[in-house]
């Protein structure tokens, strides 16, 4: 399949660059890059559902603080100052 996409000068210039580096043609450097970036954002979105999924059977467990103590745990760790 060919798909006809548009890159500002800078990125193509990195992309001829990377490709030269490679010792492979453009297109193919274009296309590994392409399903990395997709595999690396299905990934994350993944990872993402499953934290989230996580944060609920603890919440359903009974594994849960209220906000309050956790904005306190953050003031400590990251020496923020107290709201007034």
Known sequence: MSIVISLSPEVEAQLREKAAQQGQDISVVAAQLLARILEW????????????????????????????????????????????
Do not use: C, W
Not at 54 to 82: C, H, I, M, T, W
């Open 41 to 84: 954002e299905l990934q994350d979105s993944q990872e993402a559902v499953a934290g989230i999924q996580r944060g609920l059977d603890a919440f359903e467990a009974g594994r849960s603080r209220s906000f309050q103590e956790f904005a306190e745990e953050q003031r400590r760790k990251y020496n923020l100052p107290v709201d007034s």
